[in-house]
């Protein structure tokens, strides 16, 4: 990380950039391969991100962007027991990230945007939510947005995103669950 710092930071030919975000998302956990019989259902609560980006403008109208983003996602769990009755979780199971994502940003007329891209997603702390899947692996982002020009060195973002973790999974299950999140995210992006 410490080199593509340095790199981006290096060339002053083009303007680089580096900003906060922030996100709030909704997520859900998607089995592929179809549902099971006797499985936990998941309920998503309000999840977040925070994280620092790195931006390289390419031109006018590309941009390289990257960065390390942590995210926590809580889901309550409950299954119908052998009488019947729903039995739901005391404590909600989390899903901890952290996440290095490359997208190409598109800029679009009147400073919307586009961006989209793979990312890399290490989960941890994976012995507090035993039942939920590994998500580490590679996913995908998508994000459409507007930049709100705050002075030439200052830019604020709004974009809602759409992200599915875990698309080649590093640790296959069978069944596997993914984390899919639709979100608001935020970003602040300060010019070098």
Do not use: C
Request: positive net charge.
């Amino acid at each position: 990380m410490a080199i593509m710092i340095n790199a981006l930071i290096a060339q002053n030919d083009k303007l680089n950039w580096i900003g906060l975000n922030a996100s709030m998302s909704t997520g859900e956990l998607i089995r592929y391969g179809g549902e099971l019989d006797g499985g936990l259902n998941y309920s998503g609560k309000t999840g977040f991100l925070i994280g620092i980006g790195f931006s390289r403008v390419i031109n006018a109208r590309f941009d390289f962007e990257s960065g390390i983003d942590y995210s926590r996602n809580s889901f309550n769990s409950s299954y119908i027991d052998d009488m019947g009755q729903t039995i739901k979780s005391v404590n909600p199971e989390h899903v901890d990230l952290l996440t290095i994502p490359v997208n190409v940003k598109i800029k679009l007329k009147k400073q919307f945007f586009v961006t989209g891209g793979i990312q890399y997603d290490q989960r941890f702390n994976v012995t507090n939510s035993p039942s939920i899947d590994n998500q580490t692996g590679i996913g995908i982002n998508f994000k459409v947005g507007k930049d709100f020009r705050l002075s030439d060195k200052m830019i604020l973002n709004i974009a809602p995103e759409f992200i599915v973790h875990d698309i080649v999974p590093f640790k296959p299950e069978k069944n596997q669950q993914r984390l899919t999140e639709f979100g608001l995210r935020i970003s602040h992006k300060f010019g070098l």
